[in-house]
T-cell receptor
Framework: GNSVTQMEGPVTLSEEAFLTINCTYT??????LFWYVQYPGEGLQLLLK?????DKGSNKGFEATYRKETTSFHLEKGSVQVSDSAVYFC?????????????FGKGTHLIIQP | EPEVTQTPSHQVTQMGQEVILRCVPI?????FYWYRQILGQKVEFLVS????????KSEIFDDQFSVERPDGSNFTLKIRSTKLEDSAMYFC??????????FGSGTRLTVV
């Protein structure tokens, strides 16, 4: 079945540091890939997505590139801010699309210190 | 931007009671979902719904759970007899064929 593996947290960085959160997946075919962010006490917000190999999703300074050869979708940001502190979830949708739900990773708690 | 709306935002219920969690998906979406997130753990798929019937469900979605689309706009999750371990955040989502998922802000269910 489908699965998503992402690095365990918490990840603690200083403001303006470079961020990488690793995500790899297992799926047959070509799933769509997503990063969701959950701020404290809030729901899930789509951060970015990529629907095919070599696509780069980007939003709010975050980027992730769909790498089919390494089955990865690592999240990066060049200079993090305190406001980026949140839990980040990597997810994939079944390549068949349609009714199947998203498969989520366990989440990575990111803490940015001033 | 269109939103998925969930009510209530918080629900406290006694063990053994029935609860209904409500969701209004995005109007032109065709697929509807419920997910669960136990505190501090990952988000887990419960069920998907398409064309007025369940399409897929996970092992978590046992006979205690049911979903319904009672009218053209609402999508509900019912838990018949709540247990302590049902305490979690429940997220509703809708999508336009599995490419664009939008989540609601969740209902925090506390079973006491």
């Amino acid at each position: 079945g489908n699965s998503v593996t992402q690095m365990e947290g918490p990840v603690t960085l200083s403001e303006e540091a470079f961020l990488t959160i690793n995500c790899t997946y297992t799926a047959t075919g070509y799933p769509s890939l997503f990063w969701y962010v959950q701020y404290p006490g809030e729901g899930l917000q789509l951060l970015l997505k990529a629907t095919k190999a070599d696509d780069k999703g980007s939003n709010k300074g975050f980027e992730a590139t769909y790498r089919k050869e390494t089955t990865s979708f690592h999240l990066e940001k060049g200079s993090v801010q305190v406001s980026d502190s949140a839990v980040y979830f990597c997810a994939l949708s079944d390549p068949r699309g349609g009714a199947d739900g998203l498969t989520f990773g366990k989440g990575t708690h990111l803490i940015i210190q001033p | 931007e269109p939103e998925v709306t969930q009510t209530p935002s918080h629900q406290v219920t006694q063990m053994g009671q029935e609860v209904i969690l409500r969701c209004v998906p995005i109007s032109n979406h065709l697929y509807f979902y419920w997910y669960r997130q136990i505190l501090g753990q990952k988000v887990e798929f419960l069920v998907s719904f398409y064309n007025n019937e369940i399409s897929e469900k996970s092992e978590i979605f046992d006979d205690q759970f049911s979903v319904e689309r009672p009218d053209g706009s609402n999508f509900t999750l019912k838990i018949r007899s709540t247990k302590l371990e049902d305490s979690a955040m429940y997220f509703c989502a809708s999508s336009d064929r599995g490419r664009g998922y939008t989540f609601g802000s969740g209902t925090r269910l506390t079973v006491v």
